[in-house]
């Protein structure tokens, strides 16, 4: 049963950079797409961007180009969302998703000064 | 990229059935069979019900059904049990590797 382990919560100053990893186990990340979505208090799904399994290459939707980075260590198995220039609308709990099929337990991200 | 339409809440009575919407463009819902849906309760993650529009992954009950035509999808649940309220959110692919939710609907079991 594979399974998506992600880091702890964080809590981060406005301007500040967050990363958060997702442990995968069971199947390596180089058969899977890799997405990662972010929940707001109260609010609904956002999808962030994801890795191709293939060659590592990112998609991101146009709102979080140039802040965020996804990676994957595949020696590993685990894979890597970095958020940079955080404000509080960042404040969220972000899950990465193996094929949108499994999903990590989420991590909180608190951005607060 | 916008996010798919859904209603923002539905209401059923146990033992009947409801029907969830998901309406999207030719550029999301309407350009693949690539469409799931999510079951979640609060405070956890996701859980993937449907994908690939129709097929269940193993454990799902079959009380949960998916189709779609056209730009927009439909979740079915049949057979309604009080442990069935919780939030489901539609997803598409929209092509070129990104893919995009619904705003997410709340079940309310009466």
């Known amino acids: 049963q594979v399974q998506l382990v992600q880091s702890g919560t964080e809590v981060k100053k406005p301007g500040a950079s967050v990363k958060v990893s997702c442990k995968s186990s069971g199947n390596t990340l180089s058969d899977f797409f890799f997405h990662w979505v972010r929940q707001a208090p109260g609010q609904g799904l956002e999808w962030m961007g994801g890795?191709?399994?293939?060659?590592?290459?990112?998609n991101y939707p146009q709102k979080f180009q140039g802040r965020v980075t996804m990676t994957r260590d595949t020696s590993i198995n685990t894979a890597y969302m970095e958020l940079s220039s955080l404000t509080s609308d960042d404040t969220a709990v972000y899950f990465c998703a193996r094929d949108l099929m499994r999903w990590g337990q989420g991590t909180l991200v608190i951005v607060s000064s | 990229q916008s996010a798919l339409s859904q209603p923002r809440s539905v209401f059923g009575s146990p033992g009947q059935s409801v029907t969830i919407s998901c309406t999207g463009t030719s550029s999301d819902v309407g350009l693949s069979i690539y469409v799931s849906w999510y079951q979640q309760y609060p405070g956890k993650a996701p859980e993937t019900l449907i994908y690939d529009a129709t097929k269940r992954p193993s454990g799902v009950p079959d009380r949960f059904s998916g189709s779609k035509s056209g730009n927009t999808a439909f979740l079915t649940i049949s057979g309604l049990q009080a442990e069935d309220e919780a939030d489901y959110y539609c997803c598409a692919f929209a092509g070129r590797y990104t893919w995009v939710f619904g705003g997410g609907t709340k079940l309310t079991v009466l």
């Open positions: 890795v191709n399994p293939k060659n590592g290459d990112t």
